[in-house]
């Protein structure tokens, strides 16, 4: 309690200007204390020299007080100074970087806890105090600090901004409604908050519906996950039974099985996992725009709350839920039944249907069992999931598919020339005299390789510079105008991934998905087209996915490039591997 007592003298012997403890005290008319440096300082600044006033009551004076050193409040500010104690100088509310500090506090700036949206001041506890005591103060609207006071203010006239032209969507001053403004449909800026608040309220119930309705699909995502996994064991398993039943020459095609039914299953569950990290994003968004609109609900700054309302409140365009591709849960059931037919046809021939001969038995089971092995290989191909070899998974394994990649003359675009007998494609400074063809981009900065490519194929794209576009397309693409049906990834005839100092980007028919990144400066492409397979790999010392495509292809496809930065000598070179 001693120490309570020790605290309050210290707060009251401090100057409300300076808020140390007073030096060369002095008592103004209307009471109140302070440093005789810090009185004087505060008269000389103010505007009107003839009016004098308090910075603590805000009472004035004229003429300008004389002053006349405090004798008792002098020997109390030394006492209290020989107890050691150093003042209470408020310290622990001073100001720090990201805080609004007080427009009236000189020296050691004091964090404000308010601000007056009719003085455009903003005030730290002490000097908001006379808008709680002075009547006419007391009417003056108080909001959180904020360091966007003059935005309030008419830059046409100095007043402020009271009201709201809906004529022309802006906030005005009352001068504005009689000059600029005269005859516009105006109403106050309280006026026009009240009806946006009530149209944001319906925003953000729209989002949280959104909210709930992808929340939905993601539970649809992983029940269709569980599907998958719980197909794929139940396939894993009956096939096991069956093949294993067998002669020892099918065990090796068992495992073979085996190998493609969970070669699918990777497959489905990356596709759908890729779904879900899709909504999963759109949430976090909408939870993003959600909490912008709360904050803006908030706000005590009617103007404010009118300048930010367009941007917040603009909602983009909500992709069809109903798109997502649920498939059915069978699988793996016609890989099963194919082994069971067989195995029933084994299990005839050797049986019932052959009736083994004295000196050939032996040759001729053997025969049959080839025979019906052979025939078992055949059909696996034609009905297994995947219907391809393994993809490849070294460097060297993709090597054994590489293909040649040129660059077609008559497609490239004027602002890029060839080189290394059409290998590299640079951007230029200037426009090239290439002959008209109808082949030829445009508009943009895109160029499509010679060689049409169909069954397994792989190559690399070595880019440099900032925005580079690696991608395949068919050759019915559009090459004339600025349409997206002419640019790569933003149609169904172009796949693409977006190179560049960011976390890349998958693009097709304008779907974009972040995919895992970041990318090297040599990217890899491989192909099956049979098997509708296109993967993109980052190429270093090992090789990394980055996004895998599966599908179906209608047509040969051609690779290409689209240099998008607008800066010349950004490159893509197509390598010659060994």
């Known amino acids: 309690m001693a120490q309570k007592g020790v605290q309050l003298d210290q707060e009251t012997l401090s100057c409300s200007i300076c808020l140390d403890l007073l030096k060369d005290p002095v008592t103004i008319p209307c009471g109140h204390s302070n440093c005789m440096s810090c009185i004087k300082k505060h008269w000389d600044g103010e505007d009107m020299k003839n009016i004098h006033s308090c910075p603590q009551c805000g009472q004035t004076f004229t003429p300008r007080p004389v002053l006349v050193k405090t004798t008792m409040l002098s020997v109390l500010v030394e006492q209290l100074?020989?107890?050691?104690?150093?003042?209470?100088?408020?310290?622990?509310?001073?100001?720090?970087?990201?805080?609004?500090?007080?427009?009236?506090?000189?020296?050691?700036?004091?964090?404000?806890?308010?601000?007056?949206?009719?003085?455009?001041?903003?005030?730290?506890?002490?000097?908001?105090?006379?808008?709680?005591?002075?009547?006419?103060?007391?009417?003056?609207?108080?909001?959180?600090?904020?360091?966007?006071?003059?935005?309030?203010?008419?830059?046409?006239?100095?007043?402020?901004?009271?009201?709201?032209?809906?004529?022309?969507?802006?906030?005005?001053?009352?001068?504005?409604?009689?000059?600029?403004?005269?005859?516009?449909?105006?109403?106050?800026?309280?006026?026009?908050?009240?009806?946006?608040?009530?149209?944001?309220?319906?925003?953000?119930?729209?989002?949280?519906?959104?909210?709930?309705?992808?929340?939905?699909?993601?539970?649809?995502?992983?029940?269709?996950?569980?599907?998958?996994?719980?197909?794929?064991?139940?396939?894993?398993?009956?096939?096991?039974?069956?093949?294993?039943?067998?002669?020892?020459?099918?065990?090796?095609?068992?495992?073979?099985?085996?190998?493609?039914?969970?070669?699918?299953?990777?497959?489905?569950?990356?596709?759908?996992?890729?779904?879900?990290?899709?909504?999963?994003?759109?949430?976090?968004?909408?939870?993003?725009?959600?909490?912008?609109?709360?904050?803006?609900?908030?706000?005590?700054?009617?103007?404010?709350?009118?300048?930010?309302?367009?941007?917040?409140?603009?909602?983009?365009?909500?992709?069809?839920?109903?798109?997502?591709?649920?498939?059915?849960?069978?699988?793996?059931?016609?890989?099963?039944?194919?082994?069971?037919?067989?195995?029933?046809?084994?299990?005839?021939?050797?049986?019932?249907?052959?009736?083994?001969?004295?000196?050939?038995?032996?040759?001729?089971?053997?025969?049959?069992?080839?025979?019906?092995?052979?025939?078992?290989?055949?059909?696996?191909?034609?009905?297994?999931?995947s219907n391809q070899h393994p993809e490849p998974q070294t460097r060297a394994d993709f090597l054994q598919y590489s293909c040649k990649i040129t660059l077609d003359p008559n497609t490239v675009n004027e602002h890029l020339s060839l080189s290394e007998e059409n290998k590299r494609v640079t951007r230029t400074g200037q426009k090239q005299d290439y002959p008209h063809h109808p082949d030829r981009f445009s508009d943009f900065h895109q160029v499509l390789s010679s060689e049409s490519l169909t069954g397994r194929c792989y190559w690399e794209v070595e880019w440099s510079g900032e925005f580079v576009e690696v991608a395949v397309a068919y050759k019915d693409i559009k090459r004339e105008g600025n349409s997206d049906e002419c640019k790569f990834g933003h149609n169904d005839k172009s796949w693409a991934l977006c190179c560049n100092k960011n976390p890349p980007v998958f693009r097709y028919n304008s779907v974009q998905v972040r995919v895992s990144g970041p990318v090297s400066s040599r990217i890899g492409v491989y192909l099956d087209h049979t098997a509708g397979i296109l993967s993109f790999y980052s190429v270093s010392e090992t090789m990394t996915l980055i996004h895998r495509v599966q599908t179906t292809f209608t047509e040969p496809l051609y690779a290409g490039v689209w240099l998008r930065h607008w800066k010349v000598g950004v490159t893509a070179h197509f390598p010659k591997l060994q």
């Open 81 to 385: 100074k020989k107890t050691g104690l150093e003042p209470a100088a408020a310290d622990h509310c001073c100001a720090g970087a990201e805080d609004v500090v007080c427009d009236v506090c000189t020296g050691r700036k004091l964090k404000a806890v308010k601000s007056c949206l009719v003085c455009l001041v903003s005030y730290c506890h002490k000097h908001l105090q006379p808008h709680h005591d002075v009547p006419q103060l007391k009417k003056h609207k108080l909001a959180d600090p904020s360091e966007r006071l003059q935005e309030n203010v008419c830059s046409h006239h100095d007043e402020v901004m009271k009201m709201f032209c809906r004529t022309d969507h802006q906030c005005i001053c009352y001068l504005c409604s009689v000059d600029e403004h005269r005859g516009h449909d105006t109403v106050s800026a309280a006026a026009e908050r009240t009806e946006r608040q009530t149209e944001l309220e319906v925003s953000r119930q729209k989002i949280q519906q959104r909210i709930k309705d992808k929340q939905k699909d993601v539970k649809v995502c992983q029940q269709e996950v569980e599907a998958i996994r719980r197909s794929a064991d139940e396939a894993v398993e009956k096939n096991g039974k069956i093949l294993t039943e067998l002669t020892q020459l099918m065990e090796e095609r068992r495992r073979d099985v085996e190998q493609q039914i969970r070669s699918k299953e990777e497959t489905e569950v990356i596709r759908v996992k890729e779904l879900e990290s899709k909504l999963e994003q759109e949430i976090t968004e909408l939870r993003r725009k959600d909490a912008e609109m709360d904050k803006l609900s908030r706000t005590d700054d009617h103007i404010q709350f009118l300048l930010q309302y367009p941007s917040v409140s603009e909602l983009s365009e909500d992709p069809d839920s109903s798109s997502i591709d649920i498939r059915p849960r069978s699988y793996f059931e016609d890989v099963t039944t194919a082994v069971s037919e067989l195995r029933d046809k084994l299990q005839h021939s050797l049986t019932e249907e052959w009736n083994p001969q004295p000196g050939i038995g032996l040759w001729l089971w053997l025969w049959i069992v080839l025979t019906l092995t052979l025939t078992l290989t055949i059909t696996l191909t034609c009905v297994s999931p």
